[in-house]
């Protein structure tokens, strides 16, 4: 079974710095990785989604890298502002089940003005 | 356009009653998913509708949990003889079905919390 880890479980930072949050999968059998980000109370916004044969992806101040491989993502926030302040949780979507996402615990961000 | 919605959007009960959650997906989307998400936790696959096609079941963690899709759009999550870790909030999720439409669409959650 996937299972996906998400380090840390929280961050805080100030204003204006750059930041990384990692995901990691134990099956690299993977159809694709999507990023969410979850304000309290709220559902989850999709950010970006990389598909299994891509490396990354960009929007705006974000940076999604996927390692297959070594079963690795990597979320990347440049100049973070205090509205970047969520929970984000990555998801893996399986090769053997389309049916199915498994869902990292997320790491709760909080960017101090 | 209107996303997804999900009612009631709180839920306080008493443990051994029975539950009905609702929600509604984005229309024209023919994949719909609940998901139970309990504090601190990532989110746990319940259940998934596809179109006509039987349900995956798999994720139901008790035959308590049932759903079921009418129509192929709004879906009611039930819950029955509900218990105390029981107690999380559940999502509801619909995507489209041809290539490309990969992302759900994610409804605000319905929190139940059980007495």
């Known amino acids: 079974k996937q299972e996906v880890t998400q380090i840390p479980a929280a961050l805080s930072v100030p204003e204006g710095e750059n930041l990384v949050l990692n995901c990691s999968f134990t099956?690299?059998?993977?159809?694709?990785l999507q990023w969410f980000r979850q304000d309290p109370g709220k559902g989850l916004t999709s950010l970006l989604l990389?598909?299994?044969?891509?490396r990354e992806q960009t929007s705006g101040r974000l940076n999604a890298s996927l390692d297959k491989s070594s079963g690795r993502s990597t979320l990347y926030i440049a100049a973070s502002q205090p509205g970047d302040s969520a929970t984000y949780l990555c998801?893996?979507?399986?090769?053997?089940?389309?049916?199915?996402?498994?869902f990292g615990s997320g790491t709760k961000l909080n960017v101090k003005p | 356009g209107a996303g997804v919605s999900q009612s009631p959007s709180n839920k306080v009960t008493e443990k051994g009653k029975d539950v009905e959650l609702r929600c509604d997906p984005i229309?024209?989307?023919?994949?719909l998913y609940w998901y139970r998400q309990s504090l601190g936790q990532g989110l746990e696959f319940l259940i998934y509708?596809?179109?006509?096609?039987?349900?995956?079941k798999s994720g139901l963690p008790s035959d308590r949990f049932s759903a079921e899709r009418t129509g192929g759009s709004v879906s009611t999550l039930t819950i029955q003889r509900t218990q105390q870790e029981d107690s999380a909030v559940y999502l509801c999720?619909?995507?489209?079905?041809?290539?490309?439409?990969?992302?759900?669409?994610f409804g605000p959650g319905t929190r139940l919390l059980v007495l």
């Open positions: 990389i598909q299994s044969s891509q």
């Open positions: 999720a619909s995507r489209g079905a041809r290539v490309g439409q990969e992302t759900q669409y």
């Open positions: 229309s024209g989307h023919t994949a």
């Open positions: 509708f596809q179109g006509n096609s039987a349900p995956d």
């Open positions: 099956d690299s059998a993977i159809y694709n």
């Open positions: 998801a893996v979507r399986p090769e053997y089940n389309f049916n199915k996402f498994y």
